[in-house]
Each structure stands twice: as structure tokens, then as C-alpha cells.
């Protein structure tokens, strides 16, 4: 078998790099065009131990869903955003176990304020890379009642 030249090996590497753009390309097309909602949270690291999630992204289908603009949820933590959520669903513990062992995890169905209007919600935790969580979420408020 041949050598590869240096110009076959400077190809195939350009090759891979424009295959992993669009993989990304891919990704973010998925993200912003799904019919569910979803949220990125990277973790807070303090002293070698994650103390919080801060929110990274945020889908168009979970504006739609939650009347909010991602602009205005963006950077915030989970304690801002859902103070019931990490007192009553040990949201930030549950999410320090996704990222620890890998495994996914999916809340009990739950009701919370949205706009003064109770909604109910199915959330779909998992871990995405070594220090941040993808939820996904639905609304279904009307198959619930």
C-alpha cells in the first residue's frame, strides 16, 4: 500500500472538518426546527463541585410554549428560573447525577405557573457532554385533563 502525500493527508483532514460542520449544522437545524421544547444547562463549578445549572440555550418551540424570549432566560440558573422545581423535583441533585453517571432521567410529570396559567410537562434529562444537560420538554396540559 502507498503513502499517503502530504496533500492526500491535508484533504482527508479538511474532509473531516466539513463533515463535522455540517454534523453541527445538523444539530443546531434539529434544535431550533423540533415541535418539542429544549434547554441547555451548563454547570457552576465551585471549588471542584457543581453548586448550579446556568442556562446556555433555549429552543423556539420552548419560547412558543412558555410565551418567554430566550434572550431574557439566558445565563440565568435553574434557582432563578425554577425555585419550586429544584426545592420539590431536586432538580440541580438529579441533574449532578446525569452528569456524574451518563444515565438519563425523566422527571414525574409536573404542573407549574407559565404566563399565570398552570401547564403541565414532561421533561427528559441527558447529559451532552461532560458538564452540560439537554432537557427536552411537552406540553401536555390538555392530554392531562
Not at 431550533?32 to 454547570?43: A, P, Y
Not at 453548586?51 to 434572550?71: Q, S, V, W
Request: glycine fraction near 2%; charged fraction near 35%; charge should be negative.
Amino acid at each position: 500500500m502507498e503513502d499517503k502525500t502530504k496533500r492526500e493527508i491535508e484533504l482527508e483532514k479538511r474532509i473531516n472538518e466539513l463533515e463535522n460542520q455540517l454534523d453541527k449544522q445538523k444539530d443546531i437545524n434539529l434544535f431550533n426546527h423540533m415541535t418539542s421544547g429544549c434547554s441547555i444547562w451548563k454547570s457552576i463549578i465551585n471549588e471542584n463541585e457543581i453548586i448550579n445549572f446556568e442556562l446556555t440555550d433555549y429552543n423556539r418551540a420552548g419560547e412558543l410554549m412558555d410565551c418567554l424570549k430566550k434572550e431574557d432566560l439566558i445565563g440565568k440558573t435553574i434557582n432563578d428560573l425554577f425555585p419550586d422545581a429544584v426545592e420539590n423535583l431536586s432538580v440541580i441533585a438529579t441533574f449532578k447525577d446525569i452528569i456524574n453517571t451518563g444515565n438519563s432521567y425523566k422527571f414525574p410529570r409536573n404542573e407549574y405557573l407559565a404566563n399565570n396559567e398552570k401547564v403541565i410537562r414532561d421533561n427528559l434529562a441527558f447529559k451532552i457532554s461532560d458538564n452540560q444537560i439537554a432537557v427536552i420538554f411537552d406540553d401536555v396540559t390538555k392530554k392531562a385533563k
